[in-house]
T-cell receptor
Framework: AQSVAQPEDQVNVAEGNPLTVKCTYS??????LFWYVQYPNRGLQFLLK??????LVKGSYGFEAEFNKSQTSFHLKKPSALVSDSALYFC????????????FGDGTTLTVKP | GAVVSQHPSWVICKSGTSVKIECRSL??????MFWYRQFPKQSLMLMAT?????????EQGVEKDKFLINHASLTLSTLTVTSAHPEDSSFYIC???????????FGPGTRLLVL
């Protein structure tokens, strides 16, 4: 079985400050990890993924995430937040050998205040 | 590349009618498509997974006779909500994945309101 947890429903940061959105996962094999962002009344947009290779993954809009196998985490980060980053963020995991579905976290609402 | 469209973007219908939602991968072939339902301020609830030319695999608790899914081609999947009721009102999102890639690409969603 695979699962993913986003422990924070809400993250608030000031514009220009660094942001972190947390994600931990559980899979029985090698994890494929993803971050998506959702703006109001829209579908999800892909931000970045970890499949293999470097633990630090860089994605769209200046976001990055670090795969930490020992802590089973894949936290999303950005050095300097923008007001336009305010949105709902989803972490997802899929076992590498599983050709089927991904499991999504419950989502974290990020609010960046000017 | 990897654009997924959904039509309609929103629909209002009367209770008891059926509604069809189309999901298209515009610039790639989607061997697998997924249908999700999302309630306000909640996560995605996977309804079913479909592979082109095969019957959809429904998640536990999802009525396959109510939510008919057809994945007739590598670029089109449809979700038909049959005999819709007000409790079916929700935001429905599809996503598509191609055989050579792990990433799912999502459509913009369809807002369904059943009166």
């Amino acid at each position: 079985a695979q699962s993913v947890a986003q422990p924070e429903d809400q993250v608030n940061v000031a514009e220009g400050n660094p942001l972190t959105v947390k994600c931990t996962y559980s899979v029985s094999g090698n994890p494929y990890l993803f971050w998506y962002v959702q703006y109001p009344n829209r579908g999800l947009q892909f931000l970045l993924k970890y499949i293999t290779g470097d633990n630090l993954v860089k994605g769209s809009y200046g976001f990055e995430a670090e795969f930490n196998k020992s802590q089973t985490s894949f936290h999303l980060k950005k050095p300097s937040a923008l007001v336009s980053d305010s949105a709902l963020y989803f972490c997802a995991v899929r076992e590498g050998t599983n050709a089927g579905k991904s499991t999504f976290g419950d989502g974290t609402t990020l609010t960046v205040k000017p | 590349g990897a654009v997924v469209s959904q039509h309609p973007s929103w629909v209002i219908c009367k209770s008891g009618t059926s509604v069809k939602i189309e999901c298209r991968s515009l610039d790639f072939q989607a061997t697998t498509m997924f249908w999700y339902r999302q309630f306000p301020k909640q996560s995605l609830m996977l309804m079913a997974t479909s592979n082109e030319g095969s019957k959809a695999t429904y998640e536990q608790g999802v009525e396959k006779d109510k939510f008919l899914i057809n994945h007739a081609s590598l670029t089109l999947s449809t979700l038909t909500v049959t005999s819709a009721h007000p409790e079916d009102s929700s935001f429905y999102i599809c996503s598509a994945r191609r055989a050579s890639e792990e990433t799912q690409y999502f459509g913009p969603g369809t807002r369904l309101l059943v009166l």
